[in-house]
């Protein structure tokens, strides 16, 4: 795909059905287009940059609307381009009307994330804080907010620079060492280059390793809840999210399909997922939905393994948690037990936790735990946490070539091959900024955009 970057774009920046709308032009004609369907106290191509213009949208001698215009020109506007942002009322109607009328006077529709795809090519920014301004857009939390405004704001583009600036170092050496081959000399002093590159990797591993809480920030944190039918899984699930959404029933096996269920605690959302028991059943319905359940034990990070007080069950079957989920034990309805002390399986390794679904006892303390294995402070605290799938893998390939560029000194391999890994590493973080990329990668990522950013 080759873009198309010299027509000037048009397209609505704000959803229909508010008080306002605002449309976007962009490109060197914007400002001439706006002119020709625009009657203000004076023509917009005679304004600085960054004003405001009251006046009339046109449409030869009827008027459209009365509208607020803000001017911005080149290379002063989020684009880098001449910029024109028009403030009509927020009709359907008008927009449709103010949208042809521009693109009868030369401007094209927009397509989805053009205004920031021109921002990254403008060199504005770089790819990963254009990417997290659809992530702002998307967030729906107080973390993922955290997360993409952070990354929006170049911290994240600040570390990898950084980095950036070590490898160029290195290679830097290495290349002067190539130069001088015959001469046999080692420019590069393979003690400073495995230091550097220790602290490059110390670094790449704590991005990479923040993915997991990025990622759950971002999307939500998965917590499972698994049992034998009857414990009161759904009874916990509508307690948690403060309304009555699983059914509940004394029949096992009600709960036939996963139920997921959204609540936000303390600027976190939680997806909590009503599985389906784990028992072995010969009804089909039946285990199509314990495959369900086994789905969503393998995605969650936190897993409630419940019982009824008083069960005898010691383990929890079939299933072993991965290094980053958290399994907890729960006992429910200890209402109905005279005595929790008597908890045959208390001798377990997995934190338990004694409640009643029912009356709401012991259910505060669980949301405590979910909040502390969920510490969303860092992002709150302006620290770079990875949640982009796109980035993990990338950075997952850099921490691979930095392994093997660490070997390859250990085993004493020469400069050139060395040059190859540091090579490999700068590709892998350079794909993140955007500093390397391909037109099919731009397609990929700004396609998710809406029209209109
Ligand atoms: P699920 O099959 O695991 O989802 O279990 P349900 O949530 O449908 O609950 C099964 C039954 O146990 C229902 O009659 C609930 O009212 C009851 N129940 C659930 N939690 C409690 C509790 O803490 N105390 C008591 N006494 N009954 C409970």
Known sequence: MIFNDSDTIVAPATAVGGALCVIRLSGKDAIAICDSIFQGRKPLNQAKTATLHYGNIMDGK???????????RAPHSYTSEDTVEISAHGSRYIVNKIISLATSHGARLAEAGEFTRRAFLAGKMDLS??????????????????IASTQMRGAYSGELQALREKLVKIASLLELELDFAEEDVEFADREELRHLLSIILDRVSSLSDSFSLGNALKEGVMVAIAGRPNVGKSTLLNRL????????SDIAGTTRDTIEITTNIDGVIYRFIDTAGLHSTDDQLEQMGIKRTEQALRK??????MQEAGDTESSFEGFTPTSDQTMLRIVNKIDLAGDISDDSAQECDIPTFYISAKSGKGVDTLIEEFKSLTNASAAYQGEVIVSS???????LQARAALKSALEAIDIGISGDLLSEDIRQIMYHVGTITGEITSSEILQSIFSQFCIGK
């Open 62 to 72: 009827e008027v459209v609307d009365d509208v607020v215009i803000s001017l911005f």
């Open 129 to 146: 804080q254009a990417e997290a301004v659809a992530d702002i857009i998307a967030s729906s939390s107080h973390s993922a907010h955290a």
């Open 241 to 248: 999210a403060g309304e009555d959404r699983a059914m509940v």
């Open 300 to 305: 969650a990070r936190i897993i409630l393994w």
């Open 389 to 395: 799938q796109r980035h993990y893998n990338a950075l």
